[in-house]
Structure formats: structure tokens, C-alpha cells
């Protein structure tokens, strides 16, 4: 019975993690170009009681053996890079990828990231950053006189000036991991590489299987909530299925202290 109640509790802190899991999912709902989660479980080791071929006479074998298993824990979480459904908003300096890639950009820290989420702005000197301040790389500055700027598919950045002028302002890049699983995630939409990504490699938007430039939309979540909602009843049923197993070995425990 004291193996049951352990291998409930793993589980219960497995289940716990997954709800934990499901619950940032679904409070990024509606966050740009968030990428929902998935956590991998994994069964612990066995305690062999008898091994599979033992020999039970002179000239014959057992088939099975008998190992008991000791729980359960979680063997790996990690994001899922699906593209999310795209949202219009018209915002000049509003850019989606359509297909693969994640911007990189220079955070405040001198730091390399890489990110999907699109909602660029210009700064006090022209340059193009995200919201916490995030440079896109390589760096391209608006003039202070553009009218207006046109992005093309490929990541052209176009200025339009006063007299009808037009002046290509820089060429975005686009970069892309042979692992994107083995990211790590930084929060406010920033991934940073690890020896479980690999390097970026770079190139330009719509070349080498990278994606394309869209301006004027975003990329939404790609959460799923009534998927989310299923799995969320799911673990839950299994949370209560552990802690039912933990109350009877406990009543099982409690009978047989009880004998006389």
C-alpha cells in the first residue's frame, strides 16, 4: 500500500503539472503569436520481482516476468510551433510571418532573441523596435520625414518621402532552427537558442523554405480553447482518479493495522 499511496502522489504532481500547463495556455488566449504548450510523461523505473525467461525447472522457462512499476513524471515540455490564425489591424509597422522563421532582435541587455510577435513601433530616433525595446536585426531606422513605409512579402522596407520620393531603407531577415523545440522561452514573446535548437540560420524572407513578410496583421495564439477545455476535464479526472487510488491504500492501510 505504501507503493500505491507514492505512485499516487506522482502522479498527482504530474497531472498538477499539466493543469499548470493548460492554465498559461489558456491565459495567453489572446496573446500575439504565443505558442501553446505540451508536456511529455514518462512511467518511472520498475522494481523487478521475477525476470521475463527465468528458468523454472530443467528444460523450461517462464514467459512473463513480474516487475512493478513506481509512478509516473514528466519527461519534457516544450512548445508547439504551429502558425496562429492572423489578425488584421492595417498598423504599417504591424508584420506576420507566414510560414517559418522568428524575427531576430536585440534586447536592452545586448542579448540576441528571437521572436514571432510582429508589433513593431519606431522610437524617438527612427529606429524599429518592439514594445520592451527590442531592436530588429539587422537595424533599419525610418527617416523622420517618411510619409508612410511599405514592407514587402520579401522584407524590403520602403520609405515614402515628401515629393513623392521613395528610398529602400533596409531588407529584414528572417532566421530558422533545425530544432525549434529545443528553444527557450524568455517571456514577452522572446526565444533564445540552445545547444538543443542549434545556430540560427539566416536568409531572407520567402528564400531557403522561409517565410513571407505580411504588413498591416499580427499572428495570433495559436491556443486552441476548446481543445485546451477537453484536456483540462481530462487532466482533472485524472488528478481525481490519483487521489481515489491514494484513499483506498490508505483505507486498505488502515484495515490492516486495524487486524486483531
Same mark, same amino acid.
Given at each position: 500500500?505504501?507503493?500505491?499511496?507514492?505512485?499516487?502522489?506522482?502522479?498527482?504532481?504530474?497531472?498538477?503539472?499539466?493543469?499548470?500547463?493548460?492554465?498559461?495556455?489558456?491565459?495567453?488566449?489572446?496573446?500575439?503569436?504565443?505558442?501553446?504548450?505540451?508536456?511529455?510523461?514518462?512511467?518511472?523505473?520498475?522494481?523487478?520481482?521475477?525476470?521475463?525467461?527465468?528458468?523454472?525447472?530443467?528444460?523450461?522457462?517462464?514467459? $512473463?516476468?513480474?516487475?512493478?512499476? =513506481?509512478? $509516473?513524471?514528466?519527461?519534457?515540455?516544450?512548445?508547439?510551433?504551429?502558425?496562429?490564425?492572423?489578425?488584421?489591424?492595417?498598423?504599417?509597422?504591424?508584420?506576420?510571418?507566414?510560414?517559418?522563421?522568428?524575427?531576430?532582435?536585440?534586447?536592452?541587455?545586448?542579448?540576441?532573441?528571437?521572436?514571432?510577435?510582429?508589433?513593431?513601433?519606431?522610437?524617438?530616433?527612427?529606429?524599429?523596435?518592439?514594445?520592451?525595446?527590442?531592436?530588429?536585426?539587422?537595424?533599419?531606422?525610418?527617416?523622420?520625414?517618411?510619409?508612410?513605409?511599405?514592407?514587402?512579402?520579401?522584407?524590403?522596407?520602403?520609405?515614402?518621402?515628401?515629393?513623392?520620393?521613395?528610398?529602400?531603407?533596409?531588407? =529584414?531577415?528572417?532566421?530558422?532552427?533545425?530544432?525549434?523545440?529545443?528553444?527557450?522561452?524568455?517571456?514577452?514573446?522572446?526565444?533564445?537558442?540552445?545547444?538543443?535548437?542549434?545556430?540560427?540560420?539566416?536568409?531572407?524572407?520567402?528564400?531557403?523554405?522561409?517565410?513571407?513578410?505580411?504588413?498591416?496583421?499580427?499572428?495570433?495564439?495559436?491556443?486552441? $480553447?476548446?481543445?485546451?477545455?477537453?484536456?483540462?476535464?481530462?487532466?482533472?479526472?485524472?488528478?481525481?482518479?490519483?487521489?481515489?487510488? =491514494?484513499? $483506498?491504500?490508505?483505507?486498505?492501510?488502515?484495515?490492516?493495522?486495524?487486524?486483531?
Amino acid at each position: 500500500m505504501i507503493r500505491a499511496l507514492s505512485a499516487a502522489a506522482t502522479g498527482l504532481e504530474a497531472q498538477s503539472a499539466n493543469i499548470e500547463r493548460i492554465s498559461n495556455d489558456l491565459a495567453n488566449v489572446n496573446t500575439d503569436a504565443y505558442k501553446r504548450g505540451r508536456i511529455e510523461f514518462k512511467d518511472l523505473m520498475y522494481e523487478t520481482i521475477k525476470e521475463p525467461g527465468a528458468q523454472l525447472g530443467a528444460s523450461s522457462q517462464t514467459p $512473463v516476468g513480474v516487475q512493478r512499476g =513506481m509512478g $509516473v513524471k514528466v519527461g519534457g515540455a516544450h512548445k508547439i510551433f504551429e502558425q496562429g490564425p492572423a489578425k488584421m489591424t492595417n498598423n504599417q509597422l504591424d508584420l506576420m510571418i507566414e510560414g517559418a522563421g522568428f524575427f531576430p532582435v536585440q534586447m536592452p541587455n545586448g542579448e540576441i532573441g528571437y521572436t514571432r510577435t510582429g508589433a513593431f513601433h519606431r522610437d524617438v530616433g527612427g529606429k524599429v523596435v518592439l514594445s520592451n525595446g527590442a531592436r530588429i536585426l539587422p537595424e533599419i531606422t525610418i527617416p523622420p520625414t517618411a510619409q508612410s513605409v511599405q514592407i514587402g512579402p520579401s522584407g524590403e522596407f520602403k520609405a515614402f518621402l515628401p515629393g513623392g520620393q521613395e528610398a529602400v531603407i533596409g531588407q =529584414m531577415q528572417l532566421v530558422t532552427f533545425i530544432n525549434e523545440e529545443g528553444l527557450v522561452a524568455q517571456g514577452e514573446g522572446i526565444y533564445k537558442a540552445s545547444q538543443a535548437s542549434g545556430t540560427p540560420l539566416q536568409g531572407v524572407p520567402g528564400e531557403n523554405g522561409l517565410g513571407v513578410i505580411s504588413q498591416g496583421a499580427l499572428e495570433g495564439s495559436n491556443v486552441n $480553447v476548446a481543445n485546451s477545455m477537453v484536456d483540462l476535464i481530462a487532466t482533472q479526472r485524472a488528478y481525481e482518479m490519483n487521489t481515489k487510488v =491514494m484513499s $483506498v491504500a490508505d483505507q486498505m492501510m488502515g484495515a490492516t493495522t486495524n487486524i486483531k
